[in-house]
């Protein structure tokens, strides 16, 4: 990846929607029962959730990353304890059966939502649990610039009812699902990206593709403000 999207993400306090309460409320979903519970934070970029998992009482923790700044990031921020490791969700350099919880909050999309929850199942033990929250469809028939931008940007987005066919289909039992609040995409998303971008413009002024990209961030905001009601990250818990 292009080192100026990494240079617009870092900053941020999330590299997608999400907030500790959406966290939480996903856990409270799930009852782990081991009392040193294995834990892996699949695409933890800067570790905002991770940091909310960390308060599960005895848990070790694994946050996974391709970016290494992320993980720089994490390690110079006198991170809760856990174990960062440079490693694709794709390819994972772990035992099978070891986690009691995968996490993926906004990342799945890097593999695909099917092609990831298929591959996880081998690495979570009997009775465990995956929490993952992932672009959603919401409503049919959006309006022509919503659709025209998520057919290009990410075409594969499904709608709840075919997520949870997934989830079904690879194995799992669905515990619960719940759609992140609009505050979620802004408190510490979108909020902080126009300022962000301000700056990098003038850094990148030469590069057409990274300009390119900065204005596709910025139309991305604009088309969540007037197409909420359509889009959203969804919560899915499940349990193997």
């Known amino acids: 990846m292009s080192e100026y999207i990494y240079e617009l993400f870092e900053p941020l306090p999330r590299s997608g929607p999400g907030s500790r309460e959406s966290t939480l409320r996903a856990l409270s979903k799930i009852n782990l029962v081991n009392h040193s519970p294995y834990i892996l ?27 290494t700044g992320f993980l720089k990031l994490i390690n110079r921020n006198n991170f809760p304890p856990m174990h960062v490791i440079c490693a694709d969700m794709s390819a994972l350099p772990f035992s099978r059966s070891l986690f009691d919880l995968i996490w993926a909050e906004g990342s799945i999309y890097n593999i695909g939502f099917q092609r990831g929850l298929s591959y996880w199942f081998d690495y979570i033990k009997p009775g465990g649990y995956i929490g993952v929250s992932e672009l959603t469809r919401l409503r049919d028939n959006p309006p022509q610039d919503c659709r025209d931008f998520w057919e290009t940007e990410y075409p594969a987005i499904g709608s709840i009812d075919s997520n949870l066919s997934i989830i079904r289909n690879c194995g799992y039992e669905i515990i619960d699902h719940f759609t992140l609040p609009d505050s979620d995409w802004f408190n510490d998303f979108y909020d902080r990206m126009p300022e962000i971008i301000t700056g990098l413009r003038l850094k990148y002024s030469g590069i057409p593709e990274a300009l390119q990209f900065f204005d596709l961030s910025l139309k991305e905001i604009e088309i969540f403000r007037s197409c909420s009601d359509f889009y959203s990250y969804v919560f899915y818990i499940m349990k193997k």
Do not use: N, R
């Open 41 to 67: 934070d699949a695409g933890c970029a800067q570790g905002k959730q991770s940091e909310t998992l960390s308060g599960i009482p005895g848990s070790v923790i694994f946050g996974i990353d391709l970016h």
